[in-house]
């Protein structure tokens, strides 16, 4: 059999139940390499991020560092997504106390020094809003030639869900999503466009609450809980964003993707935090992002399966 290179990868998210997901899956396979995990403030604070987080990794067995990132966006105001996760940021099933505690360094001085140790280049894989990745690119731009990408979710080439405009991880730090996108690190965007078509059904949680084990027991409820959070606002399934991010490399051949420009809006009237793409080539800027514009759902829900699967081994 062929032998493949685990890809090094940190995560970095604010857990909410689809980052929880990703962080499922990314852990569950060989394929990556997780040299640390970071948590960032978005869909609750980051005490409460970071306490999911510790319960998450504690849930999946994961033993490396843990780290908490900045306690607020760049200039904007603070702004959390209790409507969607809840007030705990990742109400539902109970979760294993934690057995894991953050690291003394911050997560900006831990992904720098991840990022100095590895060998290979490392991808960045932030599911939250992107205060902290922006720091590290702003305080250490030695780094850069040593990310190989970053693989994220946020924004929409078409619309935003948090306004008309813009998406919530882009919307909480429009500056910090555009030092991102701005700095010349290859961007792989799993926007709206292809995670809302990422849509989990009740039929798929139930394969996955088959599966039977205690990580397999307790995905199958935040994909329940998010599917009833979405249902009632009028979706047809839960659109599962995050774990499209971690999918992305590990399957890109479910996936189509298009190269194009994207430019952060910073100042609209309407559109702050929006994605703004040139998708037909009207400007004469270069392409900064591959963005994924749709996926095979069934291999995505299968994918998802196989991911609780792993953990029956482990
Ligand atoms: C994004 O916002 C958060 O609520 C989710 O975790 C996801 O990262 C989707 O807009
Ligand atoms: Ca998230």
Redesign the pocket.
């Known amino acids: 059999m062929e032998n493949i290179k685990p890809i090094p990868v940190i995560l970095e998210g604010?857990p909410?139940h689809?980052?929880a997901i990703a962080w499922v899956l990314a852990n569950s396979t060989d394929r990556l390499k997780i040299l640390g995990v970071c948590t960032s403030a978005?869909?609750q604070t980051i005490e409460k991020t970071t306490y999911n987080a510790q319960r998450i990794l504690t849930l999946i067995g994961y033993k490396g560092p843990l780290a908490k990132g900045r306690t607020r966006p760049l200039i904007e105001e603070p702004m959390n997504?209790p409507s969607?996760?809840g007030e705990s940021g990742l109400d539902g099933p109970v979760l294993p106390e934690p057995e894991i505690e953050p690291v003394e360094e911050d997560s900006v001085v831990l992904m720098a020094r991840l990022i100095e140790e590895s060998e290979e280049p490392v991808t960045l894989v932030p599911?939250?809003p992107l205060t902290n990745i922006a720091a590290l690119l702003t305080e250490r731009p030695d780094l850069k030639p040593k990310i190989a990408r970053i693989s994220l979710?946020g924004g929409g080439l078409a619309s935003g869900?948090?306004t008309p405009a813009a998406?919530?991880?882009i919307l909480v730090d429009p500056e910090a999503a555009d030092v991102v996108f701005r700095s010349g690190v290859p961007i792989l965007m799993a926007g709206?466009d292809v995670?809302e078509k990422a849509l989990i059904f009740p039929e798929d949680f139930e394969r996955i609450r088959a599966v039977g084990n205690p990580v397999a027991k307790v995905v199958a409820e935040w994909l329940e809980f998010f599917y009833h959070f979405h249902r009632d606002i009028g979706y047809t399934g839960a659109p599962v964003?995050?774990p499209c991010a971690v999918a992305a490399l590990l399957h890109p051949e479910i996936m189509t993707m298009k190269d194009v420009h994207v430019d952060i809006e910073l100042t609209g009237k309407y559109c702050r935090g929006m994605t703004v793409a040139d998708m037909y080539g009207s400007t004469d800027k270069k392409p900064n992002v591959r963005a994924i514009l749709n996926i095979d759902r069934k291999a995505f829900a299968d994918l998802l399966v196989e991911a609780v699967k792993a953990y029956d081994e482990k």
């Open positions: 604010d909410g689809d980052d978005g869909n997504a969607v996760h599911t939250g979710m869900n948090w998406e919530f991880n709206l995670t964003h995050d």
